[in-house]
């Protein structure tokens, strides 16, 4: 109950807070936020446990509105399907590597292993959000509040 209600308020949080602004920003900041209470997972029990995983969920789904914005607003309209099915293929295709890695991780270090590699790829890609920020401002001058569709490719 607990893991669903900070869900929840962090979908509903992302979707406020990513209105305006620089979307990559809200992923990479939600996923620095989320590494330290994450790699406390791994070290403490009981509530001070839940409240961690809790507070890792919530930044977890603050990035969830970000980044389907995100990837609409990257892709033409007429390619936007294709987008977020490759979006989803790749996160639920790697993502369903997670129990094995995990499981690797616990045999040889405990759960401390399994959620500091967590709060370590919560990191990469607070990383890879922010290279992409400084990417999309090399290719011209800023990065408006809110980036603007590109136009449609040609056939």
Do not use: H
């Not at 807070?17 to 406390?40: D, H, K, Q, S």
């Not at 961690?52 to 399907?81: D, H, S």
């Not at 979006?87 to 959620?115: C, E, K, M, N």
Request: with cysteine; net charge positive.
């Amino acid at each position: 109950s607990l893991a669903l209600l900070a869900g929840v308020a962090g979908q509903y949080i992302g979707g406020v807070i990513a209105e305006g602004r620089t979307l990559p920003t809200v992923v990479g900041l939600a996923c620095l936020a989320a590494a330290p209470a994450c790699w406390g997972v791994g070290l403490f029990s009981g509530w001070v446990g839940a409240a961690l995983a809790a507070i890792t969920i919530g930044f977890y789904m603050v990035q969830q509105p970000a980044l389907n914005t995100l990837v609409a607003t990257l892709a033409a309209p007429k390619w936007r399907g294709a987008a977020y099915g490759l979006f989803y293929a790749i996160q639920f295709g790697i993502g369903g590597l997670g129990p094995g890695i995990a499981g690797q991780l616990d045999d040889a270090g405990g759960p401390s292993w399994v959620f500091g590699a967590t709060a370590l790829a919560f990191v990469a890609a607070a990383a890879l959000s922010f290279a992409l920020i400084r990417m999309a401002r090399s290719a011209r001058p800023a990065i408006p509040s809110a980036v603007p569709l590109p136009p449609p490719l040609s056939p």
